[in-house]
């Protein structure tokens, strides 16, 4: 594998479930970041994490908690979602934390039911 | 109100056709960066610009730094299908801010 891997690459889940997002990058880098995309609305940074210490927490709700247990990966927990969760979540990661180039992942779809 | 702007929101163009399109704010910025989102996956980044005027060509597109670093403008030559795609402008004001995302142009290029 190359690059930044994302799985699940679709997920449909209840309200009520329970479902982690898992985030995998092969560059060497130290920095690694959740986005939101929602339809017609800009990428919206979520988290951002340099040296596996959270950086940044853009006023996410709770319901997200993310992990980064080391450099190379990153986790999305999702508990009690609500319908308008629903969006593509990418990951990004960089060299250096939001200063170089980010390289993202293909994302995952997240339907909430 | 967004701080990065993107126009036109939506452009559909025959194959062979040339089109420009901008990324615009009221704010300076040290960098833009012009990335392609192909349907079903993540955002490409295709270029950096930095400096006020600067020009830069990538193939058959051509990017431009407005001179006082507050807008950007896309340039494609003669459309390909391939082409196809949400072009999306990100810039930071300073090295040291997050990065922040313009809400795109999706272009369809129809053979």
């Known amino acids: 594998e190359t690059g930044v891997t994302q799985t699940p690459r679709h997920l449909v889940m209840g309200m009520t479930n329970k479902k982690s997002l898992k985030c995998e990058q092969h560059l060497g880098h130290n920095a690694m970041y959740w986005y939101k995309q929602s339809a017609k609305k800009p990428l919206e940074l979520m988290f951002v994490?340099?040296?596996?210490?959270?950086?940044e927490n853009n006023s996410v709700p709770s319901r997200f908690s993310p992990e980064c247990p080391n450099s190379s990966h990153l986790f999305l927990h999702l508990h009690t979602l609500q319908p308008e969760d629903s969006a593509l979540y990418l990951c990004?990661?960089?060299?250096?934390?939001?200063?170089?180039?980010?390289?993202f992942g293909p994302g995952t779809r997240l339907l909430v039911l | 109100t967004q701080l990065l702007e993107q126009s036109p929101q939506f452009l559909s163009i025959q194959e062979g056709e040339n089109l420009t399109v901008y990324c615009n704010s009221s704010s300076v910025f040290s960098s833009l960066q012009w990335y392609r989102q192909e349907p079903g996956e993540g955002p490409v980044l295709l270029v950096t610009?930095?400096?006020?005027?600067e020009v830069k060509k990538l193939k058959r597109l051509t990017f431009q730094f407005g001179d006082a670093r507050k807008d950007s403008s896309l340039h494609i030559t003669a459309a390909q299908p391939g082409d196809t795609g949400l072009y999306l402008c990100?810039?930071?004001?300073?090295?040291?801010?997050?990065?922040?995302f313009g809400p795109g142009t999706s272009l369809s290029v129809i053979p």
């Open positions: 994490y340099n040296f596996k210490e959270q950086t």
């Open positions: 610009v930095v400096t006020g005027g």
């Open positions: 990004a990661s960089s060299q250096v934390g939001g200063r170089e180039t980010q390289y």
């Open positions: 990100a810039g930071e004001k300073t090295s040291y801010d997050k990065v922040i």
